[in-house]
């Protein structure tokens, strides 16, 4: 029976749907089929049938993710998707990505969603990530969606 995994998502700039873009092909040749979801500028909320997992850069206002810089911007219409007939109910677990250049603050939204939501922080990747971590993190969502089924 052909696998199926399900991919929720935020691209802004391209970054994110790189990656996803690459992960797919990458588990396809496993057999594996991806269906994501970038919800960019995507107001048509709906429930999500299928148990997922969650990719977020993480978008910040300015300071050090510490005292201040922990309010996210850019990327709240991805928790209005989650919060929608509950389907955070249905993420097994988010990946979080950022810049490390911004130090404590790289991928800290999606830790901050993590406990929000009480769903784990499975793993993180910088930008477009190497092809290292879409094999490491092709692994990952393999395993980890074969518990959610
Ligand atoms: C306004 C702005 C704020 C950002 N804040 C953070 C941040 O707090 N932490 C972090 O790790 N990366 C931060 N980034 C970097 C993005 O998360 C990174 O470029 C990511 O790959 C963007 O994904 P996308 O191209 O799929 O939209 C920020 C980028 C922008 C434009």
Same mark, same amino acid.
């Given at each position: 029976m052909t696998k199926n995994v399900y991919i929720l998502y935020i691209s802004l700039s391209g970054n994110t749907h790189n990656f996803v873009q690459r992960l797919t092909n990458h588990l396809k040749e496993q057999g594996i089929i991806v269906h994501s979801l970038?919800?960019?500028? /995507?107001?048509?909320? &709906?429930?999500?049938e299928h148990p997922f997992i969650t990719i977020l850069p993480a978008f910040l206002d @300015? @300071? /050090? @993710? &510490?005292?201040? @810089?922990c309010h996210e911007i850019l990327s709240p219409i991805l928790s209005h998707w989650l919060g929608y007939a509950d389907n955070y109910h249905r993420c097994y677990g988010i990946i979080g990505s950022g810049? %490390? /250049?911004? /130090? %404590?603050?790289?991928?800290l939204t999606a830790k901050q969603y993590a406990r929000r939501f009480k769903f784990p922080y499975l793993t993180d990747f910088e930008l477009r990530g190497s092809e290292q971590d879409v094999q490491r993190i092709a692994n990952l969502i393999v395993e980890k969606s074969t518990e959610a089924e």
């Open positions: 970038n919800v960019k500028d /995507n107001f048509n909320f &709906r429930k999500l @300015g @300071g /050090n @993710g &510490r005292q201040n @810089g810049n %490390r /250049n911004f /130090n %404590r603050q790289f991928a």
